[in-house]
């Protein structure tokens, strides 16, 4: 069976029907659950302010000129950005000065004051801290004191959860091979939601972080799992769209974190709140059918055809039978040298210096994409007025995104939209530098616009990678891609944290990368229009029509193993989101 005998199943049985879509937003609609968990850690564990807690019952509390009988209210009485240390007078008649990390007692002060040029003998925070609860109730930090000496505890959260992606979506992408893809979406979903339930109740920082890493490897196979089983359901016709819009899903997750951030104050619960939205696709995950292309890749022919017939019955089309077509491979020449495909490996991404360019400027692309990605997403909440509004409008913004992306790339080609993306997005950051902090609504536009293009940018890699390399390396090329994408989601974070060093850091970096990745697509060949290259030589036609690892022209698989290879290039875009 060559390569496009399969659309013409769903030329018969139809590209995006009834059976198309009713799997398709099935699918899409636990999409959301994974954009929640990949960023909820905004609001669950962030810091809010803190003062060492004194050794007794506070009587009298003084901040500058503002005085309090309970410490509680002094946060209410701070203007933002204003510091200096609290001075607390105790029932015993005691004078203490109070820092985030440190607390001082006044030796000899017989009245409150806030100046003190007096003796002080300084004490560790032993007996806690006393937090601003005005936003939130509780947070993760507040639950078990990640401040001063344990901050560090605090940064790794969201680090972690991103290894957890990383190795969730390498260890679940092979099972689904091996063992299909419908199993996988419910043993994943399953473990959504039972350990974002679980990471509710954890009793302490250690089991927080573990419970919390399971849950990432769970997302992560999820959203890699069922990129694939959606392009391996979808004809080719939509598939593209359907693909990109996948996204669009996840973005609703962000929108949906800002929220129940916005009415849920208390940690735990915010968390059990957001690992609702699973329960739905566990319910009726049952429904969902195996994949023609992986039953087929499995030689179960009967149940490929109880599929191809079902689809055939909902979409209302009349069915085919996959034995006329599998007559074409199974006796053709190509499945009696099925046997000798060659293996490849990573060094095939580097077989002389014009490819090794192209892969490294691919590479560079899909971290700017991540570091990007998440560098805007999470660093919302420092960008002034209301952190909840920013994070969704963040969102929401990545909705026409993706739309410009299907109409842009269809209409200018791939390599311009990236282009001008990139190259847009580190203007954008120069920008969001520039504007006075005291313009935090221009702020959050102009952060908007660097997530709108970034987000455009983010979507169309994969489709893009997909199109530069030969069939015979295809799936390497964008799984190594979407590797180096991990790597940058988990740098992200700390990227972020740099504010502290200077509050624009996390955009002159974003700034950086995404000019230098603008400049070097320049160098990368266009494939609006052109066909899927099968070999080296024909993807160095891509180029400059001269030969690159034109004497290395790679062996063609079997149909059925090319279909798989396809298919799994599809899904692999799913590893980055």
């Known amino acids: 069976m060559e390569p496009g005998n399969f659309e013409l199943i769903f030329d018969r049985v ?25 960023l909820a850690s905004v609001f669950m564990a962030v810091t809010p302010q803190y003062a060492c807690r004194p050794p007794g019952n506070v009587s009298q509390v003084l901040f500058h000129n503002l005085s309090s009988s309970r410490l509680e209210d002094i946060w209410a009485l701070l203007s933002p950005g204003q510091e200096g240390h609290v001075a607390v007078q105790l029932q015993d008649g005691t004078v203490w000065e109070l820092t985030g990390c440190h607390r001082s007692w006044r030796e000899g002060a017989l009245r409150l004051e806030y100046e003190y040029s007096g003796s002080k003998r300084e004490f560790p925070c032993s007996d806690g801290y006393i937090y601003d609860q005005s936003k939130w109730e509780s947070t993760v930090v507040t639950e078990w004191d990640l401040v001063c000496h344990r901050e560090w505890l605090a940064k790794l959260i969201q680090p972690v959860f991103m290894l957890g992606v990383l190795l969730g979506g390498v260890i679940f992408g092979c099972l689904s091979d091996r063992v299909g893809r419908r199993p996988i979406l419910w043993s994943t979903s399953i473990g959504k939601f039972l350990f974002g339930i679980a990471v509710a109740f954890t009793f302490d920082y250690y089991s927080f972080m573990v419970t919390r890493f399971l849950l ?23 598939r593209t769209w359907a693909s990109i819009h996948m996204h669009s899903f996840f973005a609703i997750g962000i929108m949906v974190v800002a929220l129940t951030g916005y009415l849920v104050r208390t940690w735990w619960l915010y968390q059990v709140v957001l690992s609702t939205v699973t329960v739905p696709f566990v319910l009726c995950c049952w429904m969902l059918p195996e994949t023609p292309f992986w039953l087929l890749s499995e030689e179960r022919y009967e149940d490929a055809q109880k599929v191809v017939d079902m689809m055939a019955k909902w979409n209302r089309a009349s069915s085919c039978k996959l034995s006329e077509l599998l007559s074409l491979d199974l006796n053709g020449p190509a499945h009696s040298n099925s ?70 790339m ?15 997005s580190a203007l954008i950051c120069v920008a969001v530098m520039v504007i006075p902090q005291d313009y935090h609504i221009w702020g959050v536009v102009a952060a908007m616009g660097g997530k709108f293009v970034i987000g455009a940018a983010f ?36 990227c972020v944290y740099l504010t502290s060093i200077w509050i624009f850091m996390p955009q002159l970096l974003v ?42 022209l790679l062996p063609t698989t079997n149909n059925i193993v090319l279909e798989k290879i396809e298919v799994m290039s599809a899904g692999d875009s799913g590893l980055c989101e």
């Open 339 to 408: 046997s000798e495909v060659k293996k490849h490996n990573l060094l095939d991404l580097f077989c002389d210096w014009k490819i090794a360019i192209r892969t490294l400027t691919v590479w560079l692309i899909w971290f700017t994409g991540s570091l990007g990605f998440y560098s805007f997403s999470l660093n919302s909440v420092n960008l002034g007025g209301n952190e909840y509004l920013n994070l969704f409008l963040m969102g929401a913004v990545e909705l026409p995104a993706y739309v410009f992306t299907c109409i842009g």
């Open 410 to 424: 269809d209409k200018v080609g791939r390599r311009n939209i990236l282009i001008f993306s990139l190259i847009a």
């Open 14 to 38: 139809g590209h995006f029907g009834r059976f198309q879509i009713f799997l398709y937003f099935i699918c899409a609609f636990q999409n959301i659950s994974c954009g929640i968990h990949y």
């Open 216 to 238: 990432a490897m769970a997302a992560s196979g999820y959203l890699v799992v069922v990129f694939v089983y959606v392009m391996e359901l979808i004809g080719m016709k939509s």
């Open 511 to 552: 700034g950086i990368v995404a000019f230098l990745s603008g400049v070097l697509t320049l160098k990368l060949p266009e494939t609006l229009g052109k066909p899927l290259a099968t070999t080296w030589e024909e993807a160095a036609k891509l180029d400059s029509g001269k030969d690159s690892c034109s004497g290395k």
């Open 459 to 494: 979507g169309l890699i994969y489709l893009y990678t997909a199109e530069l390399y030969p069939t015979t390396v295809r799936s390497l090329a964008v799984g190594s891609g979407s590797m180096v994408c991990r790597v940058g989601s988990i740098m992200a974070p700390f």
